[in-house]
């Protein structure tokens, strides 16, 4: 059973890269994140030290009253992938290299955590962070975000378990998202809302 860090070791689990799990310290905090099966160091040079599943669930756990020290604000500058419905933020050349970042950042992830080392299906982290990590591979793809009116594509989360909405209204926009989910190892459905009428896909992060 894997003990649960100290509060020192916790704020460095929470300043780790929010999309790779890469991790800045000491070797010898790091190896005390290794030693608690929170972290693992990477056979390849240079050898970074990354969280571990069991790290990443941790870090996500809210942490009991008692055992906050102070409080910590919100780190500025975190890279979230836009879900759509967001106010229109940047769209220039400094966020298509924090979104590319983001995506390789994935993939490496990928390769790291899946047990074959396979980097064309989603990982663990994908399966925690449906929402994100869907608007993450639509938005590397170069397919565009609603804004807070407007066209553009919006995921959003279901009842369905592993599962985000995609909604798009353009019919072209909303199957080259699709496509690009596809291509990106979830697995996809167009389906209609009863009510309405309109056409949405439903999309999974593929296992095999």
Not at 54 to 68: D, F, L, S, Y
């Amino acid at each position: 059973m894997t003990r649960p860090p100290t509060a020192a070791q916790r704020r460095l689990m929470e300043a780790a890269d929010p999309v790779t799990g890469r991790l800045k310290g000491t070797e010898a905090q790091l190896a005390a994140l290794v030693s608690r099966g929170l972290a693992f160091r990477h056979p390849r040079p240079p050898h970074d030290h990354f969280l571990t599943p069991a790290g990443h669930r941790i870090r996500e756990t809210p942490e009991p009253v008692a055992a906050i020290e102070a409080p910590v604000a919100p780190e500025a500058g975190v890279f979230m992938a836009r879900i759509g419905g967001e106010e229109s933020g940047d769209a220039g050349p400094s966020r298509v290299h924090e979104v590319h970042s983001a995506w390789q950042g994935l993939l490496e992830l990928r390769r790291m955590t899946n047990p074959d080392g396979a980097a064309d299906r989603p990982c663990g982290w994908e399966r925690t962070h449906l929402v994100r990590a869907a608007a993450l591979a639509l938005e590397a793809a170069g397919h565009r975000p609603a804004g807070a009116e407007g066209g553009g594509y919006r995921v959003r989360a279901t009842p369905q378990p592993e599962a985000v909405a995609v909604r798009e209204p353009d019919p072209g926009a909303l199957r080259a998202c699709a496509a690009t989910l596809e291509e990106s190892g979830w697995q996809v459905g167009e389906h209609t809302e009863p009510r309405t009428g309109v056409r949405y896909v439903l999309a999974s992060p593929r296992r095999v």
